[in-house]
């Protein structure tokens, strides 16, 4: 089994291919990816929030998210938490995705 830090390395690769529907960029770059956790048993719990509460492609992008990082090689199973706070705002987001999106 491949170790935490292999696993995580893999889980940040596989965050940045979903995308919300209406935003040319990837979730993890967005900021919202709150917490990845994994366990000893590589059993990986993810709290992530959205752009808005109510947002329309929230069951979606969620599933889409506990589905890729399930996965990944040496997971075991993949848990998503949709949470709200803190309330995400356009500071969390990398400075990739600022300047893709016109904030720089």
């Known amino acids: ?8 390395e893999k889980i ?5 291919t979903v995308y919300d529907p209406e935003i040319p960029v990837n979730v993890y770059d967005l900021g919202l990816i709150y917490k990845v956790e994994v366990d000893d048993d590589a059993n990986i ?3 992530m929030t959205l752009t808005a509460p109510n ?8 599933e889409d998210v506990r589905q ?14 949709l949470v ?20 720089l």
């Open 68 to 81: 890729k990082v399930a996965s990944i090689e040496g997971a075991k199973s993949a848990t998503v938490n």
């Open 1 to 8: 089994m491949a170790n935490t830090l292999e696993i995580e």
């Open 55 to 62: 947002c329309p492609a929230a069951d979606f992008i969620a």
């Open 45 to 47: 719990v993810i709290d």
């Open 12 to 16: 940040v690769k596989m965050l940045r």
């Open 84 to 103: 709200f706070e803190p309330e995400w705002n356009k500071d969390m987001m990398s400075e990739e995705a600022k300047l893709e999106l016109g904030f």
